[in-house]
């Protein structure tokens, strides 16, 4: 006799919920233009499989001018620069977001407004502000991705701060050991696998995100992308998003790896 209306509730939720979503399903659509397909859409699909299927391959490595190699060593030397950044300046931040580091909440709490204030600029966004303040380059994808991915690291440093185990804390405290001490031999050594797994996550997205940043000008293969995309050369395209897949995929599963023996 109980169990009848907990079945009955349960399945109306279900029901409540699965209108919810067509209601939300059909407003989504409905602000979409379908202002149909042009005549030429078949051949141009055509013609860029065609250029995906058969790459570029003489493009991998030219001496005297700009290859896939380059780029994809340029977008590399991004990712890798602009999470050594954030790393290391979102270690503070995330000192000052922790709830167990300060006794008064309004401390934590603003610093959490912080980070939570830089997680919302995009990457392409943070790009554009840099390359109008330092111009167009690699730098200025570098800036961007540093600054962004404080706000993510933040986030989970102080997270993985404020799980620790006080118990040696306390017994440093128990031996007179100084402010300093304790950090060095009761916090930081707890901390620290966690801090090198999460900086090996966000530069696995931030190698996919130095690929997206060239593409409006902050270096890395994405400037040959737009280029061969606007100039119509599917080869070529073909050619670098293959070397991209390889690269992500390899950096993935290398990482992955690590972060595996880390935590």
């Not at 209601?23 to 860029?48: C, E, L």
């Not at 167009?136 to 540093?146: E, K, N, S, T, Y």
């Not at 050594?189 to 060239?214: C, D, H, W």
Request: net charge positive; proline share 4%.
């Amino acid at each position: 006799m109980i169990e009848k209306p907990k079945s009955l509730k349960n399945s109306l939720t279900k029901w409540i919920i699965a209108i919810i979503l067509i209601v939300i399903y059909i407003w989504a659509f409905a602000g979409i233009k379908f202002t149909g397909i042009k005549a030429s859409a078949g051949q141009v699909v055509s013609s860029i499989f065609k250029g995906l299927f058969h790459p570029d391959w003489n493009y991998v490595y030219l001496p005297d001018g700009e290859d896939l190699l380059r780029g994809l060593l340029d977008t590399l030397a991004i990712a890798i620069l602009g999470t050594v950044v954030s790393a290391l300046l979102c270690i503070p931040f995330s000192f000052w977001a922790a709830r167990n580091m300060s006794k008064i909440k309004a401390i934590s709490g603003t610093g959490k407004f912080l980070l939570s204030f830089i997680r919302t600029f995009p990457e392409i966004v943070m790009a554009i502000i840099f390359i109008k303040a330092v111009g167009p380059g690699a730098f200025a994808g570098v800036l961007a991705l540093g600054v962004h991915s404080i706000g993510m690291l933040g986030k989970l440093y102080s997270e993985g701060i404020e799980n620790i185990d006080w118990g040696p804390y306390e017994a440093l405290t128990s031996c007179g050991a100084n402010g300093l001490q304790k950090l060095k031999y009761a916090i930081i050594p707890q901390v620290l696998p966690e801090f090198a797994s999460y900086s090996l996550y966000r530069f696995e997205i931030n190698v996919r995100s130095a690929t997206i940043l060239g593409i409006i000008g902050a270096g890395g293969i994405g400037t040959p992308l737009i280029f061969a995309l606007e100039a119509r050369q599917w080869s070529r395209v073909g050619i670098i998003l293959l070397g991209i897949i390889v690269m992500v995929t390899a950096i993935d599963f290398i990482s992955g790896n690590i972060r595996k023996r880390l935590v």
